[in-house]
């Protein structure tokens, strides 16, 4: 007979159970997590806290630092307080490297003689004699080993105790600006006097307005050898006259006189880069293509010495990437042993922007055994003709026609008004949007003004321009390419769509969306492009000031069918002697000219008129 439990005995099992329960695996990761997530706050914001105090104690020290060299400058005799080899020349050192608080700082010290206009300024209206009036002291203190320690600046002044005296001196003024003109901050400015004893070197910068100052300089023909720089930009210098490789420069060492004031401008700008390509007329790459590459600035002349002229060969896969290039005009000359130039995309010589990412294609040919390139180009515009038919005939029955790549469209005109789908009239567009003006004058473009304001922006779509076949685009163009400065960055904008229906336009900027646009002339169009036959133009205006507006005298592009170079045609297979070129087009006047073939390759440029 089996044992019954009394209802106590129940209870008291299962109260013995619950006793005996503990945490299950979820319960315990649940509160491993939760433990780490408050561990892991309250050490970070430990961490944020000392890290907050640690910069705390090197500024401190900094400031302290500062303090304590400015006391040491207006504790030296007024003579003394200068950098030593600098202007004006002194007892501290341009560089320290000090412990303080057990931490190294590096204390770079800037000491400049002020010319102050209260009692006028060197070279100006009343001409200061003597215009070093006081002196001003910079330091910039950083720390390269401390983490997140971003350099301090104090300046202070220092001037003397006694009346001012005619000076021995003069000043150095070095002015620096852009492609455009305008002054450039911040370039770097390296200037040594190898005559003075102590030899002077200052490192300083320009300021907003591009000028750095030099006053009170020791007198010097010749003297002051002078680099300007900028991280990303050209470098622009001065030269020793005399020297072999460029005996007569352009821009000589400068030479300081006695209270006279010398002024030397520079020019740099945002380097560029040129993607060469080499393809044959079928567009396979032709590897390993030797050429020179020479730009059109001249640093010297008698005899002519050029800034930039480099050799260059191209790679594997027939391409070659020149960076760092200043803008120029640049010249390209093939030296390979096989094969001579074809044509150019985009024609020589080549306009190179800054800051442009230029690419240009090099067509070639096979040596056989003379050859003659001819390219025609437009006579108002020199952009390159295509459809144009040029004869050359020769020696030995010789007798061959060709016909020119397309080269370019463009429109001059708009004061025909909106409504015209296909570019029949050359003076009628598509559609704008009605704040641009198309005949005040005629043959330009600018914002419409009402009652002596324009209006802040508008935009302006053309009619559609058939290249005639499916074609490759390579760059838009526009005059003028600079706009006043009062209208704001970028005030005029593209946009390009193209297709080979006429039926979707989807207009799309410089990196192949609809959010970019070309903002420079002679960009490259994005290659999404290649392919269509059919293009219209977005032009969109902006001004900053309603008192000034942007304005387009010339829109053009150019491109290509296949690889065929605009307006270029080669003849090959010529023997020594004179030869004749004709050359006739649709609405131009015919040319004829004589060339003279004694040269394994050479080039014939024609000029059409209308």
Sequence with gaps: MGHIKSPAFLLRDRQNCNFLTGFTLVESLVGVAVFMIIAVSVYQAYGAVMNAVRASRLKVAATALANEQFEIIRNLSYDDVGV?????????????????????FTV????????DPFDGTIGGSPNDLSPADYKLAELEISCPACRNFKPLSFTTYVGPRNLESASTNGALFVRVFDAVGQPVQGADVHIENNQAAPQIVIDDATNNDGLLQIVDAPPGAEAYEITVSKSGYSTDRTYQTGAPENPNPV???ATVAIQQLTQISFAIDRVSAINVSSTGETCVAVPSIDFSLAGSKLIGTSPDVLKYGAVHITDGAGGKTISNLEWDTYNL????????LAGAIPLLPLTLNPNANQDFKLIVAPKDPRSVLVTVKDASTQLPLSDAAVRLEGPAGYDATQTTGRGFIGQTDWSGGAGQNDFVDAARYFDSDGNIEISNPPGELRLRRVFDEYAPSGYL??????TGSASNFHQILWQPQSQPPETGASSVRFQIATNGDKIAWNFLGLDGTAN???????QNINSLHDGGRYLRYKVFFQTASTTWTPTISDISFTFTSSCVPPGQVLFTGLGIGDYTITVSKNGYQAFADTVSVSSPWQQSEVILSP
Aim: charged share 25%; hydrophobic share 30%.
């Design 251 to 253: 821009k000589p060492h």
């Design 84 to 104: 030593a080899g600098g202007i004006p020349s002194g007892k501290i050192p341009h560089m320290q490297n000090l412990v303080r608080d057990g931490t190294e």
């Design 108 to 115: 770079e010290t800037v000491i400049r003689n002020i010319d």
């Design 461 to 466: 779509i053309s009619s559609t321009f058939d």
């Design 333 to 340: 000359l093939l030296t390979d042993g096989l094969y001579d």
């Design 516 to 522: 970019t646009f070309y903002t420079l002339a002679d």
